[in-house]
């Protein structure tokens, strides 16, 4: 039996969608489910010539074989639910905790129309803040009130629990990223929930001596979407030069891009109890690695980069992405642990 927590250890889109697919191929878990904010996520999974983006379904949903659920601490939008249940063909094996919030129209209204959220902190719009403070309140819907999600409902903890008992491995995928968590990131720029191990387990009601592992992700090159301070941040003209730019899944807002920040990785790795870490992105290390599934083939200058960053992080870098497809990343889960 385990189960693994993965988390984004800098702003959000570190590749945790990527991180979660090779995970869920290689572990074979009987469960994939999702903590996290809500619909502000969007986590990209390539396969092969398909991209997908998904910001309700957990992004182990590559992974045929699991169930999929969506813990009781995440907000849903049972707009984007739909559309993504059609676009991907996940019916039958999606499933949503009873106890889920919701999010309305009015939210995102009130996301989109309020120059506090949609200017000054630069949200995504998507209706998740003014749907926590609702909740918060004590106003918010569940989903067991809104008959379109009624087959969908499940007991997720205790789905969870039952699949635990037998022996079997559960994933609970993370989303957002340690820097914007309400408790422990930039503040106020920051998502409207903590987004650390912690929180992704209650997210998912699973007690914290039942988690085995905690695989935290972290970018070589940090991005931030939206607004806020970035220590390392670098000028739009030296990213483009190293020939790194990104937009946003959600929003497509261009993301800001910045040099690898080991005091932050520290901090990020203590509090989400960090086991073993994931570094996306060593292909804009260097970019001969672009690709590369074994460690021995990576270059000096790739491994100089992973022994700084294993120094910072104080616990074993375990995988290494090379590249956007989910077969491009070095797995030494086996050799180090
Ligand atoms: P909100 O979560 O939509 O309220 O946005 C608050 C801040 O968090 C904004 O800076 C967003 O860009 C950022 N944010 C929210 N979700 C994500 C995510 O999944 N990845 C990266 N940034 C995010
Ligand atoms: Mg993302």
Known sequence: MSCTIIVGG?????????????????????????????????HTVQVGDHEYSVRMVPSGFVYKKAKLCIGSGVLVDPRVLAHEIETLGVKGRIFVDKRCGVITED???????????????????SGCGPANSDRVMRIAPQAKDVPELAEYLLDVPKAIDDALKKGKTVLLEGTQGFGISLYYGTYPFVTSKDTSASQIAADNGVGPTKIDDVIVVFKAYPTRVGEGPFNTEMSFAKSDAMGIQEFGTVTHRKRRIGGWDGGMAQYSAMINGCTQAAITGIDHVDKS???????????????????QAEEDIGSPITLISTGPDITQIIDIRDELL
């Open 289 to 307: 690695c672009f690709g590369v599934t074994e460690y021995g083939k990576l270059t000096k200058k790739a491994k100089a980069f992973l022994k």
């Open 107 to 125: 939210h995102i209204a009130r996301d989109k129309g309020s120059d506090h959220l949609a200017k000054k902190i630069g949200s995504t719009g």
């Open 10 to 42: 800098f702003f959000g889109d570190e590749g945790k969608g990527k991180v979660v697919a090779h995970v869920a191929y290689a572990d074979k878990p009987v469960i994939i489910s999702r903590g996290g904010v809500g619909p502000n996520a969007g």
